[in-house]
């Protein structure tokens, strides 16, 4: 039978990549588009809970392309498997193709990364790929043909329960790409500030701004780096925040006992 | 000298318990409020990259208060780190104190805790605070009391690097607590569906309810059960997302050959 792909991203149902996605993923499965109807970007794993959500199909080239949800990218996700899609069998998620890269410290900040952690936490196996470049119209072809490849391969050999994939693709030609590792969520970091500025009437306002910083440009491990380096980077990804390792410093510190209650 | 205090919540600024967090915290540091214009609860780890800020002093029965943020949890923690207190030294964050659970699941949706992950992102020590009940007008004045006696365990004793507590208080009397356990992210979770509804206008909406559900009610070690059972639950988090065990099934599983570029 044939497989039948979700598919999410944060950039909006609009924006090129998802499209890019669809086309490629269409020749391999059936395609059910569910994704913010606006640009959702640094939303992280917001949910919509104090307001309704509403649902528009979407066009494009006069076609049907996918439902739009006034949403987050969790809330798109959710919606589509609890509601839209409640009778149907799910057998992979796809968010993207985001038009950035989500490598170390932008994974919590990421609206990509969320729908995928979703929709892992609904039992459903799920990836997240981004494009690592900021140019303005970048190419997504080979980023979506190789999402048809992983969604292949995840089709035949599954994902590790509770874990999602989380890709970065080089903004580089086919011929260029040294190949996949697997690799871990690098520790590179953004070193930002605030802009103060004055609008037109005075009134003072700041803007974020800031600059990437990478101090393991040597470990190939390292998801950033990888990409750095063209290596097509996933890294598994999961949803237990549990310090594990703390957990014992901690117990021995003391803190129990301090706060012995008799 | 005497430590230096930043707090901020998800509730929005004017709500009761971080007013009762900063009377009590006043007792033993100063203390400074930066914290969300409005509620802002579920809005994950979101940042504003595509807006401007903007800050507004906020008066409470009639003194200075803190600052108003017209962004999320982590927007107030980064702007108060990066540009208000540049130039102060901050010993410790504290973000609540929550209206309501922040265990198992929830942790990745939560506003509350968000703000103490960027707290730590930043180089602060930091904890999250959250009273568990969902009543309306709870007692928050012992969970404020337990607030600053961790603070003081933190000042003498620190907190491994690179990891904050998420902290859970029961919402019974201090004679009833049992005490203080160092636990993990319980496995309880969200069984949610969505309402459709029609609005006045005859259009439909969806809106998400649910109910949380724990398997758990034997361990312990899991924050929603120690909170259950009338102990103060602190479990230690990171945000190193990479799931680690699953890097070595990955590799085994041939996904870094089978996209061999050559």
């Known amino acids: 039978m044939r497989k039948h792909i979700l598919v999410s991203n944060d950039d909006g149902i609009n924006a090129e990549g998802i499209y890019a996605l669809v086309v490629e993923l269409k020749k391999i ?16 794993h917001a949910i919509t809970v104090q307001y309704p959500l509403r649902v528009n199909p979407f066009y494009k080239n006069g076609e049907f392309f996918g439902y739009a949800v006034d949403g987050t990218p969790a809330d798109a996700v959710k919606l589509a498997v609890k509601a839209l899609l409640r009778d149907k069998k799910i057998d992979l998620l796809i968010s993207g193709i985001n038009h950035g ?9 990421s609206g990509t990364v969320s729908a995928a952690t979703e929709g892992t936490i609904l039992g459903i ?6 494009l690592a470049t900021y140019e303005p119209n970048p190419d997504f072809s080979f980023a979506a043909k190789f999402a048809a490849k992983l969604a292949q391969f995840i089709f035949r050999n599954g994902i590790p329960s509770g874990t999602l994939l989380n890709v970065n693709v080089p903004p580089v030609p086919e011929s260029e790409i040294k190949g996949v590792l697997i690799t871990r969520q690098g520790k590179a970091f953004w070193d930002d500030w605030f802009d ?67």
Chains 1, 2 share one sequence.
């Open 29 to 44: 499965a059936d395609v059910t588009v569910v994704a913010p109807e606006k640009q959702m970007s640094a939303v992280g």
């Open 196 to 262: 103060l500025r004055k609008d037109p009437n005075g009134r003072e306002y700041y803007w974020l701004t800031g600059k990437f910083v990478n101090y393991e440009h040597e470990d190939i491990n390292s998801d950033h780096t990888a990409v750095q380096n063209n290596y097509i980077s996933i890294t598994p990804i999961h949803f237990d925040l549990t310090d594990y390792e703390a957990i014992g410093k901690l117990k021995k510190s003391g803190l129990e006992e301090i706060f012995k209650f008799d």
């Open 101 to 109: 890269m989500n490598t170390s410290i932008n994974i919590i900040y």
């Open 125 to 130: 196996p799920s990836f997240a790929i981004s």
